[in-house]
């Protein structure tokens, strides 16, 4: 979906769709847990037996691709996995056999619908030591602080504190901690950075992320879209776009749609008695619960794979040669954990201290080395170093 996502108020009054009859789905605005995972997979063998076993392989490790992210993770889990795999049947059980056949060299195919208990084999990974629990990773990581928004950083409508809440609730009962959507409000006021910040809602966000001492700001938008109708029910599917920065550097990390998904995988509907309308609370808040099991792995893999290792600021030099970029670079691949160079040739550091403390280095290392001071200007996580 490369369109911007607008306002629920205005969609839920132009949505017009063909009437398809669907079977209804779950409407009590809970949580999907993803606890059990419906897949299907192909896999062949040099007979029945092994083309079988070859699929419930293929369905178990298909599963753990969400619950494995970091490359330590993964060298853990190679070392568990002859294990894990002997005793899949714990995890996977069959449902049904879609199909089968015979291949080109004689052996055997099928494609298999299976259930996977995620919630059972997450368990088993924490316990072997292959992946850290929530609370673990919150002690040995330092959960990010997270601010959120809903479709611009100044809005405060109803819809705004439906979807807000919603989120915040489900990212406290996962370790997180998160700036309270009233307080993100007040952050607003009297604050000259934020004043000058107002001609873009990303850059003002980011102020008030910063002001919070929040590590991660998202930005909410949320597209009810009608699927169909049958009898007294309306169907809602409800798509959610979620950009994701680093408040340091206002750098983003995520910029997805996310959409329901049922146990098989695929675009869950809502099912809506009555005017869509006056339901909205229960839509918006539907979207957020059924998206947020798909946006805490993306938080959560880009937390233990980057934000663990320090905060990034964007650096900017202008007016100088290629041999002293290139010491540049050298003294802040020495200074900081990770560098990168951006496409508008700016550079992307990533460093446990403070930007004021790195550019305090990086001048007294240019005046030291070039006898010629630098002029240096901030900007909300950025330094731009001048001749």
């Known amino acids: 979906m490369s369109r911007r996502l607008r306002a629920v108020p205005v969609l839920l009054g132009l949505m017009l769709t063909p009437v398809v009859p669907l079977a209804p789905a779950m409407a009590d605005v809970k949580n999907l847990n993803y606890g059990v995972r419906e897949l299907e997979v192909t896999a062949e063998g040099a007979d029945a037996n092994a083309a079988l076993q070859n699929c419930e392989i293929m369905a178990l490790e298909q599963a753990l691709q969400e619950l494995i992210q970091t490359p330590a993770e993964k060298e853990k889990y190679q070392a568990r996995r002859a294990g894990l795999v002997a005793r899949r049947a714990e995890f996977v059980k069959r449902l049904q056999i879609v199909g089968k056949g015979t291949t080109a060299d004689g052996g055997r195919f099928y494609r298999i619908r299976f259930a996977v208990d995620l919630a059972k084999l997450r368990a088993e990974l924490v316990s072997a030591g292959v992946i850290l629990s929530q609370q673990e990773l919150k002690e040995q990581l330092n959960h990010p602080t997270i601010a959120a928004y809903y479709n611009d950083p100044r809005e405060q409508s109803p819809y705004a504190l439906w979807a807000v809440e919603r989120l915040n609730n489900y990212l406290l009962a996962h370790q997180f901690k998160v700036i309270d959507a009233k307080v993100w409000q007040s952050l607003a006021a009297e604050d000259e950075l934020l004043l000058q910040s107002q001609g873009s809602g990303q850059r003002l966000a980011q102020a008030m992320a910063q002001k919070a001492r929040a590590e991660i700001f998202l930005s909410v938008q949320i597209e009810p879209k009608i699927v169909g109708r049958s009898g007294e029910f309306t169907y809602v599917q409800t798509p959610v776009q979620i950009n994701a920065y680093e408040a340091s550097s206002g750098e983003p990390f995520i910029t997805k749609v996310y959409q329901r998904l049922n146990r098989q995988g695929e675009p869950e509907a809502l099912a809506i008695r009555g005017n869509v309308d006056v339901t909205a609370k229960a839509v918006i808040e539907e979207a957020v619960a059924g998206a947020m099991p798909l946006v805490l792995a993306d938080l959560t893999r880009h937390w233990k794979e980057n934000l663990a290792r320090g905060s990034q600021y964007r650096l ?72």
Do not use: C, M, N, P
């Open 316 to 387: 900017r030099f202008e007016g100088f040669d290629a041999a002293q970029r290139s010491a540049l670079e050298a003294l802040l691949r020495a200074r900081t954990r990770e560098l990168k160079t951006a496409a508008d040739g700016s550079y992307l550091v990533r460093t446990s201290g403070q930007l004021a403390d790195l550019t305090d280095a990086i001048e007294e290392w240019f005046e030291e080395t070039y006898k010629h001071s630098l002029k240096t200007r901030f900007d909300l996580g950025q330094a731009a170093f001048s001749r």
